[in-house]
């Protein structure tokens, strides 16, 4: 017989059914694992929130992600990449107002120019911060040398999401080429971290084919690879995307956003001092889906630094919040959000991941 949730949050390991019989639990055994999220939240990492602005820098995309409204297939956004100006300018800001980090994320390219550029973009905003910017990188899937150069240029952080754990979900997808491997995946998130990042992973929530014991093995696959910072959010149907033929087979948009939350606080739970980011697509669902997200677990949070003419074409899903809103916007509308919540900013301070941090204590 399966334990009870109570019984459950007690233990210090959870098995594989243990996850499962949390991500299932109903609205009143829920409360209890928010509630201990929250609690794990503020004894290892502290009511803090940090800030990464957030660079939407090109949606030029090379690949073709069934879920994905910007995959190469789709000829409805216009492409663009921000010229070098700009993004310093983005970077400038997130210097002027304290953020002390950004994250620079875009469509997957790995020719040489696009290489090159990132590197250069990164030098550039090492020597406009004097280091005082830590830089996140979401680039997608490049070689070891790629990760290479850019880490000695100065980036810190890498994204990589897994998006799903489970191989022949990943299978199902994305298209069967050399492109879209889930062992290159895997290997490039073994290549960060020899690297040097510190390495953040994450999934979709609620995705077609997508089942609660897939959902307990990306957990379980987050904590063998002791990953140092992730980002999980619901899977938002897109209409020009493959994918949307399902859409009358998922959960409803409610559910995937509880199951999202109980995600990042189940999370929270097995990796105590990780970094978990509370994401955009959980206020697509929820106008305080970032807020809730932070009381059960989220530590992160990205304001959008994008200059405002290119949100409608970087639409990965639909109904993507923040299209009208600049900078300056985005920043108080957050520190209300989070002053609301009960968190504090940590303005001025990286928020590097104290798991990264304890890993190379050893
Ligand atoms: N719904 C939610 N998230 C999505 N992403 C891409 N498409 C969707 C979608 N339809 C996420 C992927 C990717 C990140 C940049 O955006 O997880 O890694
Ligand atoms: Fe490209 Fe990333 Fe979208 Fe896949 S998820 S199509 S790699 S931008
Ligand atoms: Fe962008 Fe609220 S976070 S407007």
Not at 213 to 242: C, K, Q, V, W
Not at 346 to 362: I, L
Request: hydrophobic share 35%; glycine share 6%.
């Amino acid at each position: 017989m399966s334990l009870k949730v109570e019984d459950i949050l007690k233990k210090d390991q959870f098995s594989k059914e243990d996850l499962v019989t949390l991500l299932s639990a109903n609205k009143e055994d829920c409360q209890l694992i928010f509630e201990k999220g929250k609690n794990v939240k503020a004894e290892f990492v502290g009511r803090k929130v940090y800030f990464r602005g957030l660079i939407e820098y090109s949606n030029y995309c090379s690949k073709n992600c069934f879920y994905c409204g910007i995959r190469a297939g789709n000829s409805r956004y216009a492409r663009y990449q921000m010229p070098d100006e700009e993004v310093l300018e983005a970077a400038r800001f997130a210097l002027d107002n304290n953020f002390a980090s950004i994250v620079i994320q875009s469509g997957e390219r790995s020719d040489s120019k696009f290489v090159s550029t990132i590197e250069k973009l990164l030098k550039d905003i090492q020597q406009l911060s004097q280091g005082k910017l830590h830089v996140t990188l979401s680039l997608g899937e490049q070689s070891e040398e790629t990760y290479l150069r850019w880490f000695e240029a100065g980036a810190h952080r890498y994204l990589l999401r897994i998006e799903v754990s489970n191989p022949d979900l990943y299978k199902k997808l994305h298209p069967n080429d050399h492109h879209h491997d889930y062992n290159e995946r895997l290997n490039a998130l073994h290549l960060l971290n020899k690297t040097g990042f510190q390495v953040g992973t994450g999934v979709m929530i609620g995705l077609p084919f997508q089942t609660l014991s897939d959902l307990a093995d990306d957990l379980i696959f987050f904590r063998n690879l002791d990953i140092d910072m992730a980002g999980m959010g619901p899977y938002i149907e897109h209409e020009d995307t493959p994918l949307f033929q399902y859409r009358h087979e998922l959960l409803p948009l409610r559910e995937r956003f509880t199951l999202s939350l109980k995600m990042v606080a189940v999370l929270r739970i097995i990796m105590k001092d990780i970094n978990i980011a509370a994401t955009t697509a959980m206020q697509t669902i929820d106008p305080q889906g970032r807020e809730k997200a932070l009381l059960v677990g989220a530590n992160v949070i990205m304001p959008n630094l994008t200059p405002v003419k290119y949100r409608q074409s970087y639409l990965l899903y639909e109904n993507k919040p923040c299209l009208d809103e600049e900078a300056e916007e985005c920043k108080s509308c957050l520190e209300t959000r989070i002053f609301l919540a009960g968190d504090k900013i940590g303005y001025g301070e990286w928020g590097d991941s104290k798991h990264f941090k304890a890993r190379h204590k050893e």
